[in-house]
């Protein structure tokens, strides 16, 4: 068991630094295309609730946006 931790430590086969920045560059692109994504569905949802509230609709009648 000594044995086995005393080898982990002096081990240098784990990842460099230019692994993990390119494992943080593919992460943050992810992070910033889902933003984008979300922001555009914020922004569709809050425009179409504005709408509904400038001219709400008829008393009975069905839309698919409000």
């Known amino acids: 068991m000594i044995k086995f931790a005393t080898s982990f430590l002096r081990d240098d086969n784990g990842a460099s630094a230019a692994e ?3 494992i943080l560059a593919i992460v943050g692109t992810g992070i910033a295309i889902a933003a984008v994504n ?9 425009n179409e609730a504005g709408d509904c509230i400038e001219s709400p609709p008829a008393a009975g009648a069905t839309t698919a946006n409000c």
């Open 20 to 22: 993990y920045a390119l």
């Open 38 to 46: 979300l922001g555009g569905s914020i922004t569709t949802a809050m």
